[in-house]
């Protein structure tokens, strides 16, 4: 699929036509609303709001395999509404996730690399519970915008090992987009986005509608930007005859262009019986990358879709049987300078739930078993740094380069049984996973919770997790072994009033058989890490309209540094024997940032008006380099957004949104890939949505 000739030939013509029409109906067609009308409609809100009093807003489903509060999931738990998301000015996953206690989200020159409790690349990401992780790539990572969240109704988060239910790479946390319903919407919305910093466009359309038994949602969303505006050095390396460029051909200067995205989606049910759901991408991302000499170009494209099927059947009044089942599809598309890399990952999966109540709804239990197929093709493993290759001293000799081809199939059973006794609630679960190329594992998880009261509950939770190899261990390994973490925590959380909700949650991570992989170094030695940290979050409304949240992470970690086994040089001998010479490099862990926090400020100054303040601190953030052995040190950063957003703008269902980041800081660096780079600059984001 051409993305280039479908976003410019017809999306984004479609994209302009349709605001243009919006704009003319809303500014012409549509009367204003009177002041009648007003008091009319702020009384039919006020009854709404009546009806729901009591209602949970952060059900989720994904701490236990079933819908409940977060407050009472066994885990620890949190919802981002998509109110949250609007409010706060949010375009991309990553940006939401980076206000939430216990994430930080680097930012790399391809896109996201996503840290949890200190650990990279630890989250089990979904989509409506559909795995969006490669197996092939642990950095490839759907959370900027390669995921719209034009569709999105919350993001559920876990954060600790979810194994036992959800499987491997589950291991520091989960994340679950869920995609909004036909109910939710009940017509049609649009909204277009300009970013001036970066000449981004951007539109959605969704519909959805409910009548009777069925509900349909469908979603369609398009952005293009210039992400990227350095230059780059190296522009031409490989020929395609076995051989690199020639030095004086493979230098000059070349912006990488524009980055597109487009993204179809849509959700249809029918009562509680069945739900299909299905996602449709394609992106493309240039960019620009830098070591200590040379720049060059590189670029992600990413064709990706599923289709899932979900049924229910209600055995009885006290058990159910649930069916889900779905067809993933992953087509990461590498380039290095001139040189295209096409990779291909599709999974096939199904999954049969038992749920039984026991003692009068006192007791639950939940079982299954499951069964997933992964066939990835063409999986890049780099046997040496390329970027070495680049200089003008290398006059003909390409890098080492291995692609693989694997399957593995995973049977897995898993059960896990929760009883409330009055104000207490323990729960134990287990999981068996039985692989065709990595070793065979049993997860568990275990806990209780204790609220004597509505206002208060404490909970203590343990258990294991697992997460799948790389690439490259497939090559060293017939069945490598699993990187596992074994988790405490501790979770205290008060609710006295509607006004006021305080939560404090300490854990102590133990890995063990930690491998981490480098461009330049390869895979280190097995290794075990110990990492302790303290989560607190808070919010208080101090009046009617203005509203505090605020959330603290301190992380510390214990445990050797990591060590690489790497060759640095072959030397053959007079009797053309080859022998192998190898160094031991050292490096610290590298857990992200230990301190963060959070602090925003929502206030309606009018009853169609908001404002959020939201400032995020950064502490010193490392850039660790395998290949010169040392260690760089971002400064701690201070960031400011500020974002208002005016309802029913001339007229009802038109809002406008306009939002400004980085108020405070337009200088910082951040750590690159090899070196440091420039943080997000200051910019300007308008938003103009219309609901109809």
């Not at 991309?92 to 020159?109: H, I, Q, V, W």
């Not at 005859?241 to 230098?251: S, T």
């Not at 649930?322 to 096939?348: A, H």
């Not at 063409?378 to 046997?383: L, S, Y």
Request: hydrophobic share 40%; with cysteine; proline share 4%.
């Amino acid at each position: 699929m051409d993305l280039r000739r479908i976003l410019d030939r017809h999306i984004f013509p479609f994209g302009a036509v349709l605001t243009a029409i919006t704009l003319v109906i809303c500014l012409f067609s549509l009367p204003r609303v009177t002041g009648a009308e007003s008091i009319a409609a702020a009384g039919s809100e006020e009854e709404t709001m009546l009806m729901f009093v009591g209602e949970d807003i952060d059900v989720q489903s994904i701490a236990s395999r079933r819908e409940e509060s977060a407050w009472q999931a066994p885990a620890v738990a949190r919802v981002i509404t998509r109110e949250e998301l609007f409010d706060y000015g949010h375009a991309t996953l990553s940006e939401a996730l980076s206000r939430t206690a216990g994430f930080y989200m680097a930012d790399k020159p391809w896109g996201t690399l996503p840290y949890l409790r200190g650990i990279a690349n630890s989250t089990l990401f979904l989509y409506d519970t559909v795995p969006l992780i490669a197996d092939s790539d642990k950095s490839l990572h759907q959370l900027d915008y390669n995921l719209s969240l034009a569709s999105i109704e919350q993001v559920e988060i876990v954060r600790g090992p979810g194994s036992v239910l959800w499987g491997p790479d589950a291991f520091a946390g989960i994340v679950n987009v869920v995609p909004r319903r036909g109910s939710s919407i009940q017509g049609v919305e649009t909204g277009v986005r300009a970013n001036f910093e970066n000449n981004s466009e951007a539109f959605f359309l969704n519909m959805g509608a409910s009548r009777s038994r069925l509900d349909g949602f469908l979603s369609l969303s398009a952005r293009r930007a210039e992400e990227d505006e350095r230059e780059a050095e190296v522009i031409n390396f490989w020929n395609g005859d076995g051989q690199a460029a020639p030095p004086e051909e493979r230098y000059g200067r070349e912006k990488p262009g524009r980055s597109r995205y487009f993204e179809t989606s849509g959700r249809f049910s029918v009562q509680d019986l069945f739900e299909v759901s299905l996602r449709l991408t394609e992106n493309n991302h240039p960019y620009v990358v830098a070591d200590q000499s040379l720049s060059w170009l590189e670029s992600r494209s990413t064709s990706s879709g599923f289709l899932k099927l979900e049924a229910v059947k209600d055995l009885s009044l006290e058990s159910s049987l649930r069916f889900t089942g779905f067809y993933n599809e992953l087509r990461p598309e590498y380039e290095y300078v001139d040189k295209e890399i096409e990779v291909r990952e599709r999974t096939w999966y199904g999954e049969l739930i038992y749920d039984h109540t026991f003692f009068t709804a006192q007791g639950l239990l939940t079982g299954g078993l499951s069964v997933r197929k992964k066939d990835v093709s063409n999986a890049p493993v780099w046997e040496s740094y390329f970027p070495d290759f680049f200089r003008p001293e290398n006059e003909s000799f390409l890098p080492f380069l291995i692609t693989e081809d694997y399957q593995d199939v995973l049977w897995s059973i898993f059960s896990q049984y929760s009883h409330q006794f009055n104000k207490l609630k323990f729960w134990f679960g287990l999981r068996f996973d039985d692989h065709d190329n990595y070793q065979d594992k049993l997860s568990f998880s275990s806990g209780l919770s204790y609220s004597p009261s509505s206002r208060w509950v404490a909970k203590l939770l343990y258990g294991t997790a697992y997460r799948t190899p790389f690439s490259r261990q497939l090559l060293a390994s017939d069945k490598p072994e699993q990187e596992k973490i074994e988790s405490l925590g501790l979770q205290l959380s008060l609710k006295p009033s509607s006004r006021l909700s305080f939560s404090l949650a300490a854990f102590a991570n133990s890995i063990e058989h930690h491998i981490n992989e480098d461009t330049y170094a390869g895979l280190s030695l097995p290794n075990s890490q110990d990492l302790y940290g303290t989560e607190m979050e808070g919010m208080v409304s101090l009046t009617d309209n203005l509203k505090v949240r605020a959330n603290l992470t301190l992380l510390d970690s214990d445990g050797p540094d990591e060590t690489f086994h790497l060759l640095s040089a072959v030397f053959i001998r007079p009797d053309g024997t080859v022998e192998n010479i190898f160094e031991d490099i050292n490096s610290p862990y590298d857990t992200g940032p230990e301190t963060m926090f959070n602090l925003a400020m929502e206030w309606e100054p009018a009853e169609r008006g908001k404002l959020v303040a939201d400032l995020n601190y950064i502490g010193e953030r490392d850039l660790i380099s395998i290949r010169t052995g040392e260690t760089l040190t971002a400064d701690p950063v201070t960031l400011l957004n500020l974002t208002a957003t005016v309802e029913d703008l001339f007229a009802s269902g038109l809002d406008l949104q306009c939002s400004v980041r980085n108020l405070l800081d337009t200088s910082y660096e951040t750590p690159g890939a090899y070196i440091m780079r420039e943080g997000e600059p200051l910019s300007l984001r308008l938003m103009l949505r219309k609901k109809w």
